[in-house]
């Protein structure tokens, strides 16, 4: 009986010491988890405000991603903008474009749309703008790069 108490104590020190010695990576590590996720979150029109657009400019670009907005609606059936209510109503935009079921057709128009506002937009920029718009696209690009790679910025 004097060995069954002993051995439960030895079992109890080790169990102790493991956790010891556990716990406090274990919680770094779900502190680092929140912190990388944290710094993946979209950073909604920061590079925008890096180009130091004038009033003028803000208000063209408005009008442009309204035209655009309003255009893309169009492109789609009355059952496809009730999902994407739906969609947004919920919070759940994740993987909604895919569940729209869009045909080849409506695809081209998306595109094609894109390209459009993608070039009216450019054409509000000044040259300065448009050079550091550039930059600031292959830095991201290149930080893409680096993430697929498994490399940290």
Do not use: H, Y
């Given at each position: 009986m004097?060995?069954?108490i002993?051995?439960?104590?030895?079992?109890?020190?080790?169990?102790?010491?493991v956790?010891?010695?556990?716990?406090?990576s274990?919680?770094?590590?779900?502190?680092?988890?929140?912190?990388?996720t944290?710094?993946?979150?979209?950073?909604?029109?920061e590079g925008?405000?890096?180009?130091?657009?004038?009033?003028?400019q803000?208000?063209?670009?408005?009008?442009?991603?309204?035209?655009?907005?309003?255009?893309?609606?169009?492109v789609?059936?009355?059952e496809?903008r009730?999902?994407?209510a739906?969609?947004?109503?919920?919070?759940?935009?994740?993987?909604v474009r895919?569940?729209?079921?869009?045909?080849?057709?409506?695809?081209q128009?998306?595109?094609?749309?894109?390209?459009?506002?993608?070039t009216q937009?450019k054409?509000?920029?000044t040259?300065a703008?448009?050079q550091q718009l550039?930059?600031?696209?292959?830095?991201?690009?290149?930080?893409?790069?680096?993430?697929?790679?498994g490399?940290?910025?």
């Amino acid at each position: 009986m004097f060995r069954n108490i002993k051995k439960l104590l030895a079992i109890a020190c080790v169990t102790v010491a493991v956790g010891a010695v556990a716990i406090p990576s274990l919680v770094s590590a779900q502190s680092s988890t929140q912190n990388s996720t944290e710094k993946r979150k979209p950073r909604q029109g920061e590079g925008w405000k890096q180009l130091n657009l004038t009033e003028a400019q803000k208000a063209q670009m408005k009008i442009i991603r309204e035209s655009a907005k309003t255009r893309s609606q169009s492109v789609f059936t009355p059952e496809q903008r009730a999902l994407m209510a739906q969609a947004r109503q919920s919070g759940d935009r994740k993987g909604v474009r895919k569940s729209l079921n869009l045909t080849d057709a409506q695809k081209q128009k998306m595109k094609a749309i894109a390209e459009d506002t993608k070039t009216q937009m450019k054409k509000v920029l000044t040259p300065a703008q448009q050079q550091q718009l550039e930059q600031m696209k292959q830095q991201r690009q290149a930080n893409r790069g680096m993430m697929r790679q498994g490399t940290p910025r």
